[in-house]
Nanobody, 123 residues
Framework: QVHLVESGGGLVQAGDSLRLSCAAS????????MGWFRQAPGKEREFVSG????????RYADSVKGRFTISRDNAKNTVYLQMDSLKPEDTAVYYC????????????????WGQGTQVTVSS
């Protein structure tokens, strides 16, 4: 069982940066693939980025590639999402998720979810 808590969301202007954090409970954090997803009003939840247990493999959605960076600190049981050059279309609730299988972009493959943190980017 993994309990996830996101933080770091807020209201920013286009072009600004934010860093989201996701703190996980448990002593086996390094065995979990971690993903970041987002959901805008009226839209389906979509994959943003993912990272494997060691941090050596990452994936990004095309819409955020080159602007967002995922990382993790296994000693702190925390995964981060550094978001630069934010755009109004990045506005959404951002969720972190955990899974013990392979890095995957499908939300349905993740077993554990946080409560989400709101990111709002004004133009």
């Amino acid at each position: 069982q993994v309990h996830l808590v996101e933080s770091g969301g807020g209201l920013v202007q286009a072009g600004d940066s934010l860093r989201l954090s996701c703190a996980a409970s448990g002593r086996t954090f390094s065995t979990y693939v971690m993903g970041w997803f987002r959901q805008a009003p009226g839209k389906e939840r979509e994959f943003v980025s993912g990272i494997n247990g060691s941090g050596g493999s990452t994936r990004y959605a095309d819409s955020v590639k080159g602007r967002f960076t995922i990382s993790r600190d296994n000693a702190k049981n925390t995964v981060y999402l550094q978001m630069d050059s934010l755009k109004p279309e990045d506005t959404a609730v951002y969720y972190c998720a955990a899974d013990q299988r392979i890095l995957n972009i499908l939300a349905g493959r993740y077993d554990y979810w946080g409560q989400g943190t709101q990111v709002t980017v004004s133009s």
